[in-house]
Structures are given as C-alpha cells and as structure tokens.
Antibody, heavy 115, light 105 residues
Framework: EVQLVESGGGLAQPGESLRLSCAGS????????MNWVRQAPGKGLEWLSY????????YYADSVKGRFTVSRDNARNSLYLQMNSLRAEDTAVYYC????????WGQGTMVTVSS | DIQMTQSPSSLSASVGDRVTITCRAS??????LAWFQQKPGKAPKSLIY???TLQSGVPSKFSGSGSGTDFTLIISSLQPEDFATYFC?????????FGQGTKLE
C-alpha cells in the first residue's frame, strides 16, 4: 500500500523552530518529487515547497521562503521540512504529498504556533 | 503567481443530482490541473490529474475537462459520500496554487 506518514508537529512559540518528517512506503520514494502543503484551521490549501527526486531542484512559496527548508533522504525514504522563525500564521495542518499532481497525501501533522 | 478561481464557493445539491464545478486560471496552464476532494478532518484525496485523467480507484461518476484557463469538474449521480469540499490546483508553474474550494452541501 502506498503511504505517506507525517510526524514532528506540535506546539511552538513564535520565533522557535520545528522539523517535520514524512515517511514514504509502498513505492520507490527516490523516483518521485515531493511537496509540502498546509491548511490553516478552517481555510483552504496552501502549497509550500517542492523538492525533486534527487534533491537537485527545490521551490518555495513566498510566504515561507528564507524560513523553511525542504530536504530528503532517499536512503531512509524520508522527506523533511525544517521550519525556522515560526509565526502565529504558520499554525496549520501540514501535509506531504507525492509528485507534482499531489497524487498521494499523508494524513497530516498539526503545528500550532502560540505564546 | 497564477490565481485559481473556483465557482461556486458553495453548492447545494441533492442525492442523485449532477453538479458542475468550474476553475479558472489567471493565465494558461495547459492541462496541468488537478482536482481534490476533502472531507472534514481528513487529508485531501486526489480525484483527477492532467485535467481529465481519473486517479486509480476513483469512480467514473467524476469527470474533468478543460485546457488552458478554463476547467470543469462534473460529478454525476451524487451519493451521500460525495458531499465534501472540492479544490482545484495548477501544477504548471511554481508556486503551485489552489482554488479556494467549493463546498458541496
């Protein structure tokens, strides 16, 4: 079964950092570009970042550029999102999703930024 | 950035109805358009990619069409499990962008 499982969410204070992880299984992880997408409570979907299969290309939304960094470890079938300088507006459920057309999604991990 | 405008934002329908949701891109995106279904508290589920190709396992009552700037999702013969929020997304150009969603109720 193709599966993505996010972890690492939780409560952080403004200015702090968190690192999210996404574990892939049931498919050849190293063959796919991967994305991070978030959804603030009661709001729509916001694409955040993409990393190509071999990590040669990375793209970011302006809202997180310079604060968030996407990376992956194909040997561990894992995707990461390092989130620095967190703000209240980063409070959301964070999803990882496979390939440009977001064919497969994880269940999400909640990040709350609050003092 | 490419703006994706969905209409309507909400839609009242009944079991057995056929409904149409539209998505318009602010500039041409060829056929790089996907549709998703999301139920409360759940992750989005991919329905269609390439504007008209059904994801594996998605029933044929869902259909998509369009190219360039105008796209359509049609759901025929609504069933109770189809009442959800639907989003479109363009993946032609970074940053990828989503429509604001259509809540089917």
């Amino acid at each position: 079964e193709v599966q993505l499982v996010e972890s690492g969410g939780g409560l952080a204070q403004p200015g702090e950092s968190l690192r999210l992880s996404c574990a892939g299984s049931g498919f050849t992880f190293s063959s796919y570009g991967m994305n991070w997408v978030r959804q603030a409570p009661g709001k729509g979907l916001e694409w955040l970042s993409y990393i190509s299969d071999g990590s040669s290309n990375m793209y970011y939304a302006d809202s997180v550029k310079g604060r968030f960094t996407v990376s992956r470890d194909n040997a561990r079938n894992s995707l990461y999102l390092q989130m620095n300088s967190l703000r209240a507006e980063d409070t959301a459920v964070y999803y990882c999703a496979r390939s440009a057309n977001l064919a497969v999604w994880g269940q999400g991990t909640m990040v709350t930024v609050s003092s | 950035d490419i703006q994706m405008t969905q209409s309507p934002s909400s839609l009242s329908a009944s079991v057995g109805d056929r409904v149409t949701i539209t998505c318009r891109a602010s500039q041409g995106i060829s056929n790089s358009l996907a549709w998703f279904q999301q139920k409360p508290g759940k992750a989005p589920k991919s329905l269609i990619y390439g504007a008209s190709t059904l994801q594996s396992g998605v029933p044929s009552k869902f259909s998509g069409s369009g190219s360039g700037t105008d796209f359509t999702l049609i759901i025929s013969s609504l069933q109770p499990e189809d009442f959800a929020t639907y989003f479109c997304q363009q993946y032609n150009t970074y940053p990828y962008t989503f429509g604001q969603g259509t809540k089917l109720e």
